[in-house]
């Protein structure tokens, strides 16, 4: 899901004097989100980089303090994993209808601060 976000288009949506110093494909999706006025995608942006971490340090570093943290993070033994994975699925469709519902409120297509797209038109 991380994987798929697409940076440069994102990027082409961060004015450049912004884009300095953002790193990461989700960075750029919440600069995004940012500058077109989008509110409410603070936990969306948790959760994708939790669960970036736990890409990142799960099945190469099982034993590493990063995914010992991570694994708490997502309950990971106190669950068994089904439901864990499940739970992680709940979360990433939130993100996606969240993602969905901002592309199509055209959002996405004025910056925050500029005109809006009843005064565009």
Do not use: W
């Amino acid at each position: 899901m991380i994987d798929s976000l697409n940076e440069k288009a994102l990027s082409a949506l961060i004015p450049p004097e912004q884009l300095t110093g953002i790193k990461g494909s989700i960075a750029r999706l919440e600069s995004v989100l940012g500058v077109c006025g989008v509110s409410d995608f603070e936990s969306h942006m948790d959760f994708l980089r939790k669960l970036q971490n736990l890409r990142s340090s799960g099945a190469a570093h099982r034993k590493g303090s990063n995914y010992r943290k991570i694994a708490d993070e997502f309950q990971v033994d106190s669950q068994n994993l089904r439901t864990v994975f499940a739970g992680i699925l709940a979360k990433a469709l939130d993100v996606l209808n969240f993602l969905i519902s901002v592309v199509e409120s055209g959002a996405l297509g004025r910056t925050s601060g500029g005109p809006s797209s009843s005064e565009s038109r």
